[in-house]
C-alpha cells in the first residue's frame, strides 16, 4: 500500500518509517503539513498519517477519498483537527493513538510548574549572563499547594498522582469521573467552580470539543486566586488567550506554562527560525517573562515515539484485515 505521511521531522523517519515499511508498505514522507493548500500531494494514496497540525476538513475528505483516499492514521491523540462525520460520510477510517505515553505528558506538565514555581527559565537566562542574584526567584514548596486537574483520563490522573508525591492537596474536575483511579492515586472530585477558584496551580487535561472551548476565558478567569499559575498540555482552543493576556496584565493570573496553543494548526515551528510565522496574539504572550511556552513537545519521548509508530503501523493493520 502507498503511504504518504505528513511531516518534516526526522524522528518520524526513524520511527515511523521502520515501523510502516516493515509491514511491506510504500511510505513517502511529504515534507509539509496537510491543509486545503496541500491536498493534491496526497492525490493517488491510499492511506495518509498525519499529526496534530494538520487540518483534514470536509473538503479534504471528499476530495482525496475521491482520489482513492481508504485510511487516515493521526499519530497522536487528539482528532479535532479532522472532520469525522465527513469521513464517515465518504467511507474514510480513521484511527488514533489514545495513549502512545501518558506519563510523558504528565511529567511535562509537572516540568512546567517546577520551572515557573522556581523561576527555572529566569535563573537559567541570569546565570548565562553572569548574574548570580536571587532577586525575584524565591518560590513555594509544592506540598503547600492545592492542585486542581480538570479532565481525569490517562494524562490527568497520572499528573495528579505526581502532585501528589509532593504531598500536595489534588483536586480534580471531571463530567465522567474515575472515582476508583482517583481514590487510589488519593484525589478528590469537586465541582469545576470549587476548583477553579480555590487552587494556587490549575492543569488543564481535557480534550478540545466545542463544549470545552474557551473553558477558560474571563469569566473563569476572574474567578480564580490572584496570582493563579495556569498549565495547559492539552489543546490551546481550551483557553482564550485574549483573555488571558488581559489576566496576565492585571497579575490575576501569576504564571502560565503552554504546550499548546490557540492557532496552533496555522503558525509553523520547523527548525529553522526563517520558517516561524507567530500571530500577534502570540507574539504579546511571548512578552510576559512569567510565561513559559513550548512547541508541543509534551508527547516527545523515545518511548512514546516507539509507541506511536508502532500503534500506527498496527492501526493500519487492524484497518486491511478488517
Ligand atoms: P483522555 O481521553 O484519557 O482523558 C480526557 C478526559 O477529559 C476524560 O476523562 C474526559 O471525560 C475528560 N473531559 C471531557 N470533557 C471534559 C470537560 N468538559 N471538563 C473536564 N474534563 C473533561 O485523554 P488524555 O490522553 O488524558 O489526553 C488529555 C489531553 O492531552 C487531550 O486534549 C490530548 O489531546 C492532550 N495531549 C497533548 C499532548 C502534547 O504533546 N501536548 C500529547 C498527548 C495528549
Known amino acids: 500500500m502507498k503511504i504518504a505521511v505528513f511531516s518534516t521531522k526526522k524522528y518520524d523517519t526513524l520511527y515511523l518509517q521502520p515501523a510502516l515499511e516493515a509491514n511491506g508498505h510504500q511510505v513517502h514522507f511529504l515534507q509539509t503539513r496537510l491543509d486545503d ?3 493534491a500531494l496526497a492525490d493517488g494514496y491510499t492511506a495518509i498519517c498525519i499529526f496534530v497540525n494538520d487540518s483534514l476538513t470536509a473538503r479534504g475528505i471528499e476530495y482525496l477519498s475521491k482520489k482513492g483516499l481508504k485510511y487516515v492514521l493521526l499519530r497522536c491523540a487528539g482528532f479535532n483537527n479532522v472532520d469525522l462525520d465527513a469521513a464517515e460520510k465518504f467511507g474514510v477510517k480513521v484511527a488514533r493513538v489514545p495513549a502512545y505515553s501518558p506519563y510523558a505528558v ?3 506538565a509537572i516540568g512546567l510548574m517546577l520551572m ?8 537559567y537566562n ?10 525575584g526567584l524565591t ?18 490522573l497520572l499528573t495528579g498522582k505526581i502532585c501528589r508525591g509532593f504531598g500536595s492537596e489534588v483536586v480534580c474536575y471531571d463530567p465522567y469521573p474515575n472515582s476508583e483511579g482517583a481514590k487510589e492515586y488519593g484525589m478528590n472530585y469537586v465541582d469545576l467552580d470549587s476548583l477553579i477558584a480555590t487552587c494556587d496551580i490549575i492543569s488543564l487535561h481535557c480534550p478540545l470539543l466545542p463544549s470545552t472551548h474557551h473553558m477558560i476565558n474571563s469569566e473563569t478567569l476572574s474567578k480564580m486566586k490572584d496570582g493563579v499559575m495556569l498549565i495547559n498540555t492539552s489543546r490551546g482552543g481550551l483557553i482564550d488567550t485574549v483573555a488571558l493576556i488581559k489576566a496576565l496584565k ?8 503552554m504546550d499548546v496553543y490557540e492557532n496552533e494548526d ?6 529553522s527560525s526563517d520558517s516561524i510565522m507567530l500571530d500577534d496574539v502570540f507574539s504579546r504572550l511571548l512578552t510576559f517573562h512569567n510565561v513559559c511556552i513550548t512547541g508541543h513537545q509534551a508527547f516527545l519521548t523515545r518511548e512514546a515515539l516507539e509507541n506511536i509508530a508502532e500503534e500506527t503501523a498496527s492501526n493500519l493493520e487492524a484497518f486491511i484485515n478488517g
Do not use: C, P, W
Not at 492585571?250 to 506554562?257: A, H, L, P
Open 266 to 271: 496555522n503558525m509553523y515551528f520547523e527548525d
Open 139 to 156: 518560590g513555594f514548596d509544592m506540598r503547600d499547594r492545592r492542585i486542581g486537574i480538570i479532565g481525569t483520563g490517562k494524562i490527568g
Open 106 to 108: 504528565a511529567e511535562f
Open 116 to 123: 515557573l514555581n522556581r523561576n527555572l527559565h529566569k535563573a
Open 37 to 39: 493548500e496541500t491536498l
Open 126 to 135: 541570569r546565570v548565562r549572563a553572569g548574574n548570580f542574584s536571587l532577586e
Open 250 to 257: 492585571s497579575g490575576k493570573v501569576g504564571q502560565v506554562g
